[in-house]
C-alpha cells in the first residue's frame, strides 16, 4: 500500500519548500533590522530529503556555524549547505538599507515558496559604493 502525503509526491519532489511554517511568511511579515546591526539566523531545514543552499542576496555571511554549532566557524561565506534534518547559523553586519531576499539558491524552489525578506531601515554608506 502506498500513502500519499498531498504536499509531497512519491517522487519525493515537494509541491512546497518554505520558510516559517508558510509559503509566503517571511514576505507577508519580512524580518527587519537597521543599519549597524549584527544579524544571526538560526535556518534550519526540517525537509525530509531536500539539501538547501541558503543564501541572503546582497550580502556575504561574515560568520557561518556548519551543522549549527558554534565549535566550527566559517569566514566570508556567500552560500552555505544546509542538510536534510539538518542546521547552520549565518551572522552578518548590515552596511546599507535595502531590501535583502533570503533564498534557497535552487532558485526553482522560489515559486515554491523559499523566500523572505530582511528590511533594512538607516542611512546609505558612500564609502561602500566608492571605488578603493
Known amino acids: 500500500m502506498t500513502l500519499l502525503n498531498p504536499v509531497f509526491s512519491e517522487t519525493e519532489t515537494p509541491s ?31 525537509g525530509v530529503s531536500l539539501v538547501s543552499s541558503f543564501h541572503v542576496i546582497g550580502e556575504i555571511f561574515d560568520k557561518v556555524y556548519p551543522e549549527a554549532s558554534f565549535s566550527s566557524e566559517h569566514r566570508n561565506v556567500q552560500t552555505t549547505i544546509v542538510p536534510a534534518g539538518g542546521a547552520t547559523i549565518v551572522e ?5 538599507p535595502g531590501n535583502y531576499l533570503l533564498v534557497d539558491h535552487a532558485l526553482a524552489r522560489l515559486d515554491k515558496g523559499a523566500l523572505g525578506l530582511l528590511e533594512v531601515e538607516g542611512e546609505d554608506n558612500e564609502i561602500v559604493y566608492s571605488e578603493i
Do not use: C, Q, S
Request: net charge positive.
Open 92 to 96: 552578518f553586519d548590515l552596511e546599507v
Open 16 to 46: 512546497y519548500v518554505i520558510f516559517n511554517g508558510k509559503k509566503t511568511a517571511l514576505m507577508d511579515e519580512p524580518l527587519k533590522a537597521k543599519v549597524g546591526d549584527r544579524v544571526r539566523i538560526y535556518f534550519g531545514n526540517a
